[in-house]
């Protein structure tokens, strides 16, 4: 069995409870609804939260293994958080990568992905190596079908743009752009120093947009936002993934690739609140948590306030 579908251990959303009664006073875990796909669809909820166990990418690429230890422990962090927000939220379990096969993962993970936005919910995915990109791309096309132009925004010190012999956490734009001439590309955060030459140059080639970590925020965030929104119009729908590792280690040292002069949480933050205000937004995945080389829970627990905070302001 390369690849099954593994359903969340309700035991994972769990928490303080200071009041039973009052849904003012609940926290995620007295919110969450655990269900299966098809129990999704029966009963839509207005977030569907899948996980991808995967890290399979993240060796591929040669990176600190892992990620695939992710989602529940995101899970755990956010169901502590008080829910701040209406509708309900459904954990529909996780797509688990299982003897490096990583691309039959991903497909499943699309089909899943696909499955939540049919059944009327928006997808929250919690990887995983950012090899969860691929496979949440796929997702969100065959849920637009091939006609739909789609732009992927995602926040990263790293165009994931290699021309390496196996797909891998550092191949997924490259390989959606060479496949989808219905798809662009930005990416927000990426850093000289983390990227070669050849790999500036292959954006280049593939018309992909870009801004640079030392200029984002610049003109508190004009410029920046006035970018996402250019980039935005021109794409029926979008979709956004945050790599952990564009986030400075000192907050994110839980990751594969830690970044030293990387962006600060609360410009993610503003990053994510401006892009998940977008009416054409579907979905969001957070990748590259990996909670083996975490500090003190530090990057998982910064990974849950992260998810909360974009789905509080998702089409808000």
Request: net charge negative.
């Amino acid at each position: 069995m390369g690849v099954v579908d593994i359903y969340t251990d309700k035991d994972v959303w769990s928490g303080r409870i200071d009041d039973d009664t009052n849904p003012a006073s609940f926290r995620f875990h007295q919110v969450v609804q655990v269900k299966d796909l098809d129990e999704l669809k029966a009963s839509a909820g207005d977030f569907g939260i899948v996980g991808f166990e995967s890290d399979e990418g993240v060796r591929r690429n040669k990176g600190r293994l892992g990620a695939r230890e992710a989602p529940d422990a995101i899970r755990k962090q956010l169901a502590k958080l008080p829910y701040h927000f209406g509708g309900q939220t459904v954990d529909t379990g996780n797509v688990q990568c299982e003897e490096g096969n990583l691309e039959q993962a991903q497909v499943k993970l699309g089909r899943h992905v696909a499955g939540i936005l049919e059944a009327g919910s928006v997808p929250i995915i919690l990887g995983g190596g950012h090899e969860t990109l691929y496979g949440h791309y796929l997702g969100a096309r065959a849920y637009i079908g091939p006609d739909k132009t789609l732009g992927i925004i995602n926040i990263d010190a790293h165009f994931d743009m290699r021309n390496d012999p196996e797909p891998s956490s550092g191949t997924m734009f490259r390989q959606i752009l060479e496949e989808d001439d219905k798809a662009g590309y930005l990416c927000l955060g990426i850093q000289a120093f983390g990227n070669t030459k050849a790999l500036f140059e292959t954006a280049e080639k593939h018309g992909s947009a870009y801004i640079l970590e030392k200029d984002i925020g610049v003109n508190d965030f004009h410029e920046t936002f006035a970018a996402i929104d250019d980039f935005s119009k021109r794409y029926d729908y979008l979709i956004v993934t945050l790599c952990t590792d564009s986030i400075v280690a000192s907050a994110a040292p839980g990751v594969s690739a830690p970044s030293p002069l990387g962006l600060d949480p609360k410009t993610v933050r503003a990053l994510l609140t401006y892009v998940a205000g977008k009416r054409h937004l579907l979905s969001f995945d957070i990748s590259e948590v990996n909670p083996l080389v975490d500090e003190r829970d530090k990057t998982v627990k910064l990974a849950a306030h992260l998810v909360a905070e974009t789905m509080q302001n998702f089409h808000s």
